[in-house]
């Protein structure tokens, strides 16, 4: 096909880039490790962990691994926050030749299950505030052995008196739990150094598990990530080594000109506040920022926007990768004006559409333009982006990125003309091999020329920029007219006094469906807006039957572990 988008590319952005640079990640940590050894590569409260010791870590925590009984493509899971174990747990797992699972920490017990079940996980790294809930599936799991972690395990023997503080609030809220069998984290770690001395069979002191003879491949599976059930049940998309390897290259190029705006010799810094469980985390932050040589500073919750702020206030950095929710959050705050912005370059936005009126008023507050990129679980995440040296918010979610095809298609899988909706249709590096033990699903997913079925509604102009209508699953049918939930919250956040809102379908006798509408006030005390003067707004930019039949105030609205407004529990609300 034609890409015409290429005309639009910045300067120095190729077309294509040699995806099969590395043939694992396994290859690119080590070249990683090797070429910055010396360099920061985690900071978390006051403590710096260096590449070097990275590896040094995830070289003895592969070795127990091994000296377990793992065998190459067994499922590890990781279910912790943005800790600095995560890295080298994630590190030891993809260079011994294993899977990992992220799985989210804050999983009730039945989505815990039925996460490690289906993937058939044979060992889990958990952070012990979340024993209690394993300790509830335990017995019913084909797990063989479980490491348990503690939040300070890797911060050193001594600490700040503001660390101590941390770390003892955090043991106060780890609730009892019983796991019979586990081992510390911090006990593997020294056993896999014992190990190391001997000469394992997949790791001895100068050798990574990369450069033996159960080295992955790029067709070796690194990764199950698991989709976030917004729209049914939660299934893992099947990340090869050769698929996010590819991602990681498109994204450096993508993001090249950003790069070159800092100084010479500079290390690059990026918030890490995204967690890394989640495939924006995990690909577009932790491992694009190794490949790079770039320092992640970890935010474990980026909830609690007061201690977000306060660690940004601390040091200089020059990337923040967010979704929406966040950089409302950072930019209302009255704490973001204490924050030095000055070394900002790239505002990445992605997970879910970035609202324009959050767009302005991060603009106000950091001076950065957000740049939003579109990307998904099944891709690697990262499919579009609009040029990183772009000094405003377009509204669009950009270009494709080299080595990517991408186009419009109507629900019989025809291309449709530039400036028509449908159905967004991916093809390249980065798409992945299925979902999980589940043929058919991966079937339904792809098209026959092998393009995967994103289930986002989309429009591409004519200059290849796309545009995010909304999911397709999250239509409202009104009397066979098609309202789409994006455009209706984006004109509600406009009036003032909304915080946030959703709209969702709602059974209609006589048009099959209509628009309930949940809004949230930033001020409940004010009681503005009314509904009436919702009602009235809606009445004055929306057609008949875009404007909500029903109109409710609500408290804040479930989302997903990276802010997303989860639609389908809205809709099953009565």
């Given at each position: 096909?034609?890409?015409?988008?290429?005309?639009?590319?910045?300067?120095g952005?190729p077309a294509?880039?040699a995806?099969?640079?590395?043939?694992?990640?396994?290859?690119?940590?080590?070249?990683?490790?090797e070429?910055?050894?010396?360099?920061?590569?985690?900071?978390?409260?006051?403590?710096?962990?260096?590449?070097?010791?990275?590896?040094?870590?995830?070289?003895?925590?592969a070795?127990?691994?091994?000296?377990?009984?793992?065998?190459?493509?067994?499922?590890?899971?990781?279910?912790?926050?943005?800790?600095?174990?995560?890295?080298?747990?994630?590190?030891?797992?993809?260079?011994a030749?294993l899977?990992?699972?992220n799985?989210?920490?804050?999983?009730?017990?039945?989505?815990?299950?039925?996460?490690?079940?289906?993937?058939g996980?044979?060992?889990?790294v958990?952070?012990?505030?979340?024993?209690?809930?394993?300790?509830?599936?335990?017995?019913?799991?084909?797990?063989?052995?479980?490491?348990?972690?503690?939040?300070?395990?890797?911060?050193g023997?001594v600490?700040?008196?503001?660390v101590?503080?941390?770390?003892?609030?955090?043991?106060?809220?780890?609730?009892?739990?019983?796991?019979?069998?586990?081992?510390?984290?911090?006990?593997?770690?020294?056993?896999?150094?014992?190990l190391?001395?001997?000469g394992?069979?997949?790791?001895t002191?100068t050798?990574?598990?990369?450069?033996?003879p159960?080295?992955?491949?790029?067709?070796?599976?690194?990764?199950?990530?698991?989709?976030?059930?917004t729209?049914?049940?939660?299934?893992?998309?099947?990340?090869?080594?050769r698929?996010?390897?590819a991602?990681?290259l498109?994204?450096?190029?993508?993001?090249?000109?950003a790069?070159a705006?800092?100084?010479?010799?500079?290390?690059?810094?990026?918030?890490?506040?995204?967690?890394l469980?989640?495939?924006?985390?995990?690909?577009s932050?932790?491992?694009?920022?190794?490949?790079?040589?770039?320092?992640?500073?970890?935010?474990?919750?980026?909830?609690?926007?007061d201690?977000?702020?306060?660690?940004?206030?601390?040091?200089?950095?020059?990337?923040?990768?967010?979704?929406?929710?966040?950089?409302?959050?950072?930019?209302?705050h009255?704490?973001?004006?204490?924050?030095?912005?000055?070394?900002?370059?790239l505002?990445?936005?992605?997970?879910?559409?970035?609202?324009?009126?959050?767009?302005?008023?991060?603009?106000?507050?950091?001076?950065?333009?957000?740049?939003?990129?579109?990307?998904?679980?099944?891709?690697?995440?990262?499919?579009?982006?609009?040029?990183?040296?772009?000094?405003?918010?377009?509204?669009?979610?950009?270009?494709p990125?080299?080595?990517?095809?991408?186009?419009?298609?109507?629900?019989?899988?025809?291309?449709?003309?530039?400036?028509?909706a449908?159905?967004?249709?991916?093809?390249?590096?980065?798409?992945?091999?299925?979902?999980w033990?589940?043929?058919?699903e991966?079937?339904?997913?792809?098209?026959?020329?092998?393009?995967?079925?994103?289930?986002?509604?989309?429009?591409?102009?004519?200059?290849?920029?796309?545009?995010?209508?909304?999911?397709?699953?999250?239509?409202?049918?009104?009397?066979?007219?098609?309202?789409?939930?994006?455009?209706?919250?984006?004109?509600v956040?406009?009036?003032?006094?909304?915080?946030?809102?959703?709209?969702?379908?709602?059974?209609d006798?006589a048009?099959?469906?209509?628009?309930?509408?949940?809004?949230?006030?930033?001020?409940?005390?004010?009681?503005?807006?009314?509904?009436?003067?919702?009602?009235?707004?809606?009445?004055?930019?929306?057609?008949?039957?875009?404007r909500p039949?029903?109109?409710?105030?609500?408290?804040?609205?479930?989302?997903?572990?990276?802010?997303?407004?989860l639609?389908?529990?809205?809709?099953?609300?009565?």
């Amino acid at each position: 096909m034609e890409k015409i988008w290429l005309r639009q590319y910045p300067a120095g952005v190729p077309a294509e880039v040699a995806s099969d640079r590395y043939p694992s990640l396994a290859a690119l940590l080590d070249d990683a490790f090797e070429r910055y050894r010396d360099r920061v590569a985690y900071r978390y409260l006051g403590r710096e962990l260096r590449y070097g010791e990275v590896d040094q870590l995830a070289q003895a925590f592969a070795a127990w691994l091994l000296s377990t009984g793992l065998q190459r493509g067994d499922r590890v899971a990781i279910m912790l926050p943005n800790l600095p174990q995560y890295p080298v747990a994630a590190a030891a797992i993809l260079r011994a030749g294993l899977v990992v699972v992220n799985v989210n920490p804050l999983y009730t017990a039945r989505e815990l299950e039925h996460q490690l079940r289906d993937s058939g996980a044979r060992a889990i790294v958990v952070l012990e505030n979340f024993g209690a809930t394993l300790q509830q599936v335990l017995e019913s799991l084909p797990l063989r052995q479980v490491v348990v972690a503690a939040a300070g395990d890797l911060l050193g023997p001594v600490r700040g008196r503001l660390v101590n503080h941390v770390v003892r609030h955090v043991r106060k809220q780890v609730p009892a739990f019983e796991l019979p069998g586990s081992l510390r984290f911090a006990d593997a770690i020294a056993a896999g150094r014992r190990l190391l001395p001997t000469g394992s069979p997949a790791v001895t002191p100068t050798v990574s598990p990369a450069a033996g003879p159960g080295a992955p491949g790029p067709d070796d599976i690194a990764l199950l990530q698991y989709t976030g059930g917004t729209t049914g049940t939660s299934k893992g998309a099947v990340l090869l080594h050769r698929h996010l390897v590819a991602n990681v290259l498109q994204s450096q190029a993508w993001y090249e000109p950003a790069l070159a705006r800092l100084a010479p010799g500079e290390q690059p810094v990026t918030v890490c506040a995204l967690p890394l469980y989640h495939i924006f985390g995990f690909s577009s932050v932790m491992l694009l920022a190794a490949h790079g040589g770039g320092c992640c500073i970890l935010i474990p919750d980026a909830r609690d926007t007061d201690a977000l702020l306060r660690t940004l206030r601390r040091q200089r950095f020059h990337a923040l990768p967010a979704v929406n929710t966040l950089f409302d959050a950072i930019a209302r705050h009255p704490d973001a004006a204490r924050v030095d912005w000055s070394g900002l370059r790239l505002s990445l936005g992605g997970g879910m559409a970035v609202q324009p009126a959050t767009a302005q008023r991060w603009f106000e507050a950091t001076g950065c333009p957000i740049c939003e990129g579109y990307g998904l679980s099944e891709t690697s995440p990262s499919v579009a982006c609009n040029p990183v040296d772009a000094t405003a918010f377009s509204g669009s979610v950009g270009l494709p990125l080299p080595n990517t095809e991408v186009k419009i298609i109507d629900d019989e899988g025809r291309e449709v003309e530039a400036g028509n909706a449908g159905e967004i249709a991916i093809r390249g590096p980065q798409v992945m091999a299925g979902y999980w033990q589940r043929p058919d699903e991966t079937a339904r997913a792809m098209t026959a020329d092998g393009y995967l079925r994103s289930g986002d509604i989309g429009i591409q102009d004519e200059h290849g920029a796309l545009r995010i209508v909304d999911r397709k699953k999250d239509m409202i049918l009104v009397g066979g007219f098609k309202v789409y939930p994006n455009e209706i919250e984006e004109l509600v956040t406009r009036l003032p006094g909304v915080l946030e809102c959703a709209a969702v379908a709602v059974a209609d006798g006589a048009a099959g469906e209509a628009v309930r509408l949940i809004v949230v006030r930033s001020d409940e005390s004010s009681g503005r807006p009314t509904e009436g003067e919702v009602r009235e707004h809606c009445a004055t930019f929306l057609t008949g039957y875009k404007r909500p039949r029903r109109v409710e105030f609500s408290g804040p609205l479930p989302k997903s572990p990276v802010g997303k407004i989860l639609r389908r529990e809205l809709r099953d609300r009565p």
